[in-house]
């Protein structure tokens, strides 16, 4: 349908009905925020309310690129099932803690992960992953938290301390496949989820260049003889961080992974990557695949 509208359609045409999507899509989002998300506070709901009740005129601002549901200011919020987190306004956090968005992620992490598992939480973000993690595990069990970014490491931990969790040790560092190089992460302002160091990045002229230093995923796992589960989503580098996996993959039964791209040549490398490691590959949902270790 879409190639059709793309052949027989002029390019206003085409424009004016991406807009329309994108406009639907923005304010549709809001349904399940408002269902999902709770304020912590009578003052936080009302940030959500008159957040949603905003939208549909934030929601014409460049209006044919991709924007994430915003906050107008700073909030706290809980999230049933999964935890407590501060978001920052005009950001894209509020998306970031959304159950919806990835629902299968959450819910392969609560099918295989037991009391006392090992999980690799890789490009954390401000952490949704980790403490859902961090509570099916246990207090016998551990969370690896990797996010590169330094001001959304700091979220990170706050909410690792905001959620009273123990078991969850933090590493600052981008995952590549060469430990202690420093290498220049692309991210753009309010969208701190797309960060990456992939190179492919898009500039935008609100970006900026931030220097981060890489680490290795066997050097992170050095002293865990097993994980139960890996979640990476390094925003395109994640052939980079399974080069730097040997080990790693070899004591690994699940991975959920990101890939955008079927059928590029760095689809390709990563597909045959984890296949040679001896993993059983199959697509979750959207952009998401799952790759587990075959028997």
Not at 41 to 53: G, K, Q
Not at 237 to 242: G, R, S
Request: hydrophobic residues 45%; glycine residues 6%.
């Amino acid at each position: 349908m879409r190639a059709t509208l793309k052949r027989y359609l002029p390019v206003p045409a085409r424009a004016t009905l991406r807009a329309l999507l994108h406009y639907t899509q923005r304010l549709v989002r809001w349904l399940p925020i408002l269902w999902q998300v709770r304020g912590q506070s009578a003052a936080d709901e009302l940030t959500l309310i008159r957040s949603a009740l905003a939208a549909p005129f934030l929601s014409l601002c460049n209006i044919q690129d991709w924007q994430d549901p915003i906050l107008l200011q700073d909030a706290n919020v809980e999230v049933p099932g999964f935890g407590r987190f501060s978001l920052r306004a005009r950001t894209d956090d509020l998306w970031h803690v959304l159950p919806w968005r990835e629902h299968s992620i959450a819910e392969l992490a609560r099918k295989v992960l037991r009391p006392g598992d090992a999980f690799i939480d890789a490009g954390a973000n401000i952490g949704i992953y980790t403490v859902l993690a961090s509570r099916l595990v246990g207090p016998g069990g551990r969370v690896i938290s990797i996010e590169m970014m330094p001001d959304t490491a700091k979220r990170l931990e706050s909410h690792i301390h905001m959620n009273h969790l123990r078991n969850v040790t933090v590493v600052k560092n981008a995952i590549s496949d060469v430990e202690g190089d420093v290498v220049i992460a692309m991210v753009q302002a309010g969208k701190y989820g797309q960060a990456s160091i992939s190179g492919g990045a898009e500039r935008h002229e609100t970006s900026s260049e931030i220097p981060v230093q890489t680490t290795t995923l066997d050097a992170v796992a050095e002293r865990i003889s097993s994980v139960k589960l890996m979640k990476i989503d390094v925003e395109g580098a994640e052939l980079q961080a399974f080069r730097g996996a040997k080990s790693l993959l070899k004591k690994t039964n699940f991975i959920a992974y990101e890939a955008w791209s079927r059928g590029c040549v760095s689809k390709d490398a990563l597909s045959a990557l984890l296949e040679d490691a001896g993993f059983a590959l199959r697509k979750l949902d959207g952009n998401n695949w799952l790759a587990e270790k075959s028997e």
